[in-house]
């Protein structure tokens, strides 16, 4: 694997790079920006309508795979949801024509979260989000508190046996034993993308593994966001971007 040290080295991807392919798409910063609150992200008409000519177009070469849980995508994304494969907290879960797959949910979270809000309890800004397979701590609104937070969830993944996955101004606690070059992987398994080359757009260092799965499998990645080290092939510099290029890229 090789890596570019700065995203403004990458080229910008070519209309015909979803001929043959299929479309795995992260979520949060990648098709709607990153907010403050988790809570506040919202799938606009023109989102929906997007992925609802996608989905068509694709014959099932299509996927959302997102460190939110399928529950808080289908919630966002609507009837769209039924119509494209989702992978969820971080490849821990996995739908596709009504048929689910998902580890069993380990008390452990519940302490985490526990611990996590009387160990933040008193700091303005952190937000605690419980997810189906993971506890994430968020500190956009706090950035004091970092440290803090970092040094937190390294001890309660080793005291718990949870992975850690850090991401862009949070750090979350998940069941381990996936992520989303493992779901890039399990997908491309699936009949209607077999024999087919990947191609994995994302924005957050937890997309990385995404990237080098879709490489191996003789794909591509698309790094979405301002410039950092990547395994991606490709560079788009926002979520508004990305819409733009699937809007005419479309296979």
């Known amino acids: 694997m090789s890596a570019a040290t700065d995203a403004t080295l990458l080229p910008t991807p070519p209309r015909d790079l979803l001929d ?8 949060d ?15 606009d008409a023109a989102l929906a309508e997007l992925l609802t000519a996608l989905a068509r177009q694709m014959g099932g070469r299509i996927a959302i795979i997102s460190g939110r849980s399928i529950a808080q995508l289908d919630t966002l994304l609507g009837p769209v949801a039924q119509m494209i494969a989702l992978s969820g907290s971080h490849g ?18 519940l302490d985490v979260a526990a611990e996590m809000r009387a ?32 040094l937190l969830a390294e001890r309660l993944g080793a005291e718990h046996e949870l992975a850690v996955q850090h ?5 979350e606690l998940r069941v381990a034993g996936s992520d989303k070059g493992i779901a890039v992987a399990r997908l491309m398994k699936r009949p209607e993308m077999q024999g087919t080359t990947p ?20 794909g591509h990645g698309i790094l979405v ?18 819409r733009a290029w699937l809007n005419g890229g479309g296979a």
């Open 92 to 109: 821990c879960e996995h739908r596709w024509h009504g048929i689910s797959a998902h580890p069993v949910r380990p008390d452990s979270l």
């Open 199 to 218: 191609l994995f757009i994302g924005d957050d260092v937890t997309d990385e593994s995404a990237f080098v799965a879709a490489r191996a499998a003789g």
């Open 29 to 43: 910063g990648t098709l709607v920006d990153l907010a403050d609150r988790p809570d506040d992200v919202t799938v």
């Open 20 to 27: 043959s392919a299929s479309l795995l798409l992260d979520f």
């Open 225 to 242: 966001g301002p410039p950092r080290a990547t395994a991606a092939d490709y560079g788009l510099p926002d979520p508004a971007a990305v």
């Open 167 to 171: 991401g862009k101004m949070m750090v």
């Open 119 to 150: 160990a933040s309890a008193g700091q303005a800004g952190v937000i605690i989000e419980e997810k189906s397979f993971g506890v994430a701590l968020h500190f956009r609104l706090a950035p004091e508190f970092e440290t803090r937070a970092l």
